[in-house]
């Protein structure tokens, strides 16, 4: 699946559903498998490193959880940021001899799919009249929240309003 249509985003429950996010956490993976080699030395960048690929499995996540298509857009550009963030700090590890050229290799293009999918979810979702998980679920009425409320509460008062249930 390269692109997301209205049929295939209805059938995306939960952000673990989304491709990009799946290629995201093996991307984690595989930045914290080479951020522990003992030759990647220098702790500021190793921390910096291992934070920008946190966020971006993390921002797919919350903009998904968000339930609005351009809110969940927004989250998504982040992402594609902090996949970039990656791909900077990757050339400065193996520029400084903290990766051999192989492990740069390996995450550069893993990085790189990953800012890919990012991106062709963005223009899926742009051209999609899907507009979000929230507008799935049925808004639940202010008067039966109430009622729940007070027949927990209040079962007398709830009795005395709506009657026994």
């Known amino acids: 699946m390269n692109s997301l249509n209205d049929q295939s985003m209805a059938s995306v429950k939960r952000f673990e559903d989304l491709i990009c996010w799946r290629v995201g956490l093996e991307l984690v993976r595989e930045i914290y498998r080479i951020s522990n080699l003992p030759s990647f030395t220098d702790f500021s960048l190793k921390d910096q490193l291992r934070r920008a690929v946190i966020s971006v499995i ?13 809110v969940f857009i927004a989250f998504l550009f982040i992402a594609k940021g902090s996949c970039g963030e990656v791909r900077c700090q990757l050339y400065a590890a193996k520029d400084l001899g903290f990766i051999t050229q192989q492990d740069f290799e390996k995450a550069f293009r893993l990085a790189k799919r990953v800012s890919a999918l990012i991106y062709q979810l963005i223009e899926s979702l742009k051209g999609s009249t899907f507009k979000g998980l929230r507008y799935k679920i049925r808004p ?11 027949r927990k509460d209040f ?11």
């Open 140 to 150: 639940v009425e202010k008067k039966d929240v109430l009622e729940e409320m007070l």
């Open 155 to 165: 079962p007398d008062v709830a009795e005395k309003l709506y009657g026994k249930t």
């Open 58 to 70: 993390s921002n797919i996540a919350e903009g998904f959880e968000r339930g609005m298509k351009e």
